[in-house]
């Protein structure tokens, strides 16, 4: 696994991240007996599946006082705390970009004109429309990155994000799978938050 300090110079030199935008009492390596969060995350009735990102080593955001309270970083099903995705990167820039601005719409959009209900709200969205998409899995949103080299040493990339349950839309990718999309709107810090870089060879 990568070390945290590692981890930390790769952010803060290959990706222009100041260190006043991370905060290191939450950097934490995910090994495998990793076990603090709940297997299901989310409001009650209407949790989703978290599965934690086995492997990588997370460097932390510092989103204390972003977004007026912390209560959708909650571990406790409550109905103020949101859902985890992950998105996957293909560049340093990508990185400095997401992480100061947030998420953008990508390109491809390849499920679009998907049907979605948001069984939270009951409300049906004929179409999943744009946004940016967000995996359940680590290894599915990996798929998505291109490695990026920096001192000699070759890292994949993936943001751990939470999702608020009442404006998320989803659908299905074949394999069991929900994918999450948001961040369609301009007031994205309202849809999609990133909190945490996470960081593999």
């Known amino acids: 696994m990568v070390p945290i300090d590692e981890g930390r110079n790769f952010v803060i030199n290959c990706c222009g991240i100041p260190s006043y935008n991370l905060d290191s009492s939450y950097d934490f390596k995910y090994e495998s007996s990793y076990s603090s969060f709940k297997p299901f995350l989310g409001p009650p009735g209407y949790q989703k599946k978290f599965v934690p990102p086995y492997g990588y080593t997370a ?25 985890i995705g992950y998105h996957g990167v293909k560049s340093s820039y990508a990185i400095k970009n997401i992480s100061e601005q947030g998420f953008i719409k990508g390109p491809g959009q390849s499920c679009r004109d998907d049907s979605n209900t948001n069984y939270l709200t009951q409300y049906s969205y004929p179409l999943c429309g744009e946004g940016s998409y967000f995996a359940q899995d680590i290894n599915t949103a990996s798929s998505y990155c291109r490695y990026i080299s920096y001192n000699g040493k070759n890292y994949k990339v993936v943001f751990m994000c939470r999702i608020n349950p009442y404006l998320v839309r989803i659908t299905g990718n074949g394999y069991g799978q929900d994918i999450m ?12 938050r990133p909190y945490k870089i996470l960081i593999a060879y």
């Open 181 to 192: 999309i948001a961040g369609g709107g301009t007031n994205t810090k309202n849809e999609v």
């Open 59 to 83: 460097i932390a955001l510092n989103v204390k006082n972003l977004y007026g309270d912390t209560d959708w970083l909650g571990n406790g099903n409550t109905n103020r705390e949101w859902y």
